[in-house]
């Protein structure tokens, strides 16, 4: 019996929390490089500056369902720009077993994205002439 | 007799879900919508531009969105029946004739390198939303190869859905593309570096 209200508890615990959220948590960190390296880098989401680096550099941010947008910058070089699109937390299945509550909880905590491990900005080598506008 | 009902239920039942919506592909066109139609700008006819597109998306290059099931999965890829790398230079082609540049070879390069043309579905408790984004990146280089201009532009657009389809992902990323041209037709340092090199002959029409 006493097993039983335990299981119950702890499910509903779950699914109040969401799978991925109470599993796998909703920051993770992921590694910025560009080809080469020494580059000035920021990341932004959704037009909010989340970090800036100097590569390569570990950033831990949230995790979210939109993408981030990697812009780096380093003399001699043509500014490069990549976006780093989120993709399915596998973790986040585990709401099979609790229900929607749990999926819409991942969702809006962002738990059930994450983003992949590297992000690598290749920059093109700049050709002499006149400064760009930007 | 019961049992052997039950069981071509159950395969028939196994068959109508096999073939379901989630996990069968989505091919949707993608239609470029203008906002509005630009006005030509003075001294435009002057200046001859020659556009190049290529994609330079590192992720989800393969699709333009993913179905989810109800507990956020993803599930079959959506594609887009034609070119969105050709689109998004169709689309910006577009813009630049309105403003009254000359489209064609021997011009300033134009290039565009696509850098997202994705839409991501997010579940929540009893509908979903359609975050669909559009990003590309311009750079306009002279006759020598220098760059002139250099600029990234991004939109998106998010539609509150039901279904996790090709046509809502459809809608949101025409929303989101029309947004990002905009950008582009709105970038008054961008029509200035392109009017700037009238002074040039490398801005002239050959």
Known sequence: MRRRRLACVI?????????????????QTITVDSAPPGADCTLTRSGMLLATVTTPAPVTLKRDSKPIH???????????KVVANPVYESAAGGNILVGSIGTAIDASSGASSRYLATVTVPLTPAVAGPPPSR | MMR??????????????????????????????????????????????????????????????????GYGMEMARIVSTNDVVALVKVAIEREFRAEGFGIGPGGLAVGIELQNFYNNFKNKIMSG??????????????????????????ASAVLDVQLASGSNAKAALEKALTAAVKQVADDKALQQALLSTLARPSGRSS
Request: hydrophobic content about 45%; charged content about 20%; aromatic content about 4%.
């Open chain 1, 70 to 80: 990697v812009v780096c910058r380093k003399d001699g070089y043509e500014d490069g």
């Open chain 2, 129 to 154: 939303d359609a975050e669909a984004e559009v990003a590309f990146g311009i750079k306009v280089r002279d006759a020598t190869g220098a760059l002139i201009y250099s600029q990234f532009y991004s």
């Open chain 1, 11 to 27: 499910v509903l615990a779950a699914a109040a929390a969401g799978c991925a959220t109470v599993t796998t948590g909703t920051t």
């Open chain 2, 4 to 69: 052997g009902m039950l069981r071509t239920m159950a395969v028939l039942a196994a068959s109508v879900l096999a073939v379901g919506c989630a996990i069968t592909e989505d091919k949707v066109p993608i239609d470029y919508v203008p906002a509005t139609e630009a006005a030509p700008l003075p001294g435009a006819a002057g200046v001859t531009l020659t556009l190049s597109a290529t994609d330079a998306r590192q992720q989800r290059a393969d699709r333009i969105s993913t179905k989810r099931n």
